[in-house]
């Protein structure tokens, strides 16, 4: 059973940091497509970066945050450096079954979630 699991969200002023982590268990993700989505109160979801062969960004975030991953964990991170308030929403760890590094950048694109975490970033 493929479980995503997230952590090191929180409550953050504007300008900090945090940084997300996501392990993975019940298979190896290593050769798959692996994001990170976001979902505001009363927004959509939204995608925020992920990480194939290269990595993309939303452009809401390039230059403040960074996706990584350890493959020897398994787990993927995201780094977010100089936090804004609009930043604050439900993070989502996801994964793409397929082995391929197509990037999507559509949540229904995506087989595999965590259960999120919060973030929040204070004014």
């Known amino acids: 059973q493929v479980q995503l699991v997230e952590s090191g969200g929180g409550l953050v002023q504007a300008g900090g940091s945090l940084r997300l982590s996501c392990a993975a268990s019940?298979?190896?993700?290593?050769?798959?497509?692996m994001g990170w989505f976001r979902q505001a109160p009363g927004k959509e979801r939204e995608f925020v970066a992920a990480i194939s062969r290269s990595v993309y960004y939303a452009d809401s975030v390039k230059g403040r945050f960074t996706i990584s991953r350890d493959n020897a964990k398994n787990t993927v991170y995201l780094q977010m450096n100089s936090l804004k308030p609009e930043d604050t929403a439900v993070y989502y760890c996801?994964?793409?079954?397929?082995?391929?590094?197509?990037?999507?950048?559509?949540?229904?694109?995506?087989?595999?979630w965590g259960q999120g975490t919060q973030v929040t970033v204070s004014s």
């Open positions: 019940g298979r190896t993700f290593s050769s798959n497509t």
């Open positions: 996801a994964a793409d079954r397929r082995l391929s590094t197509v990037v999507y950048r559509t949540a229904a694109m995506y087989d595999y």
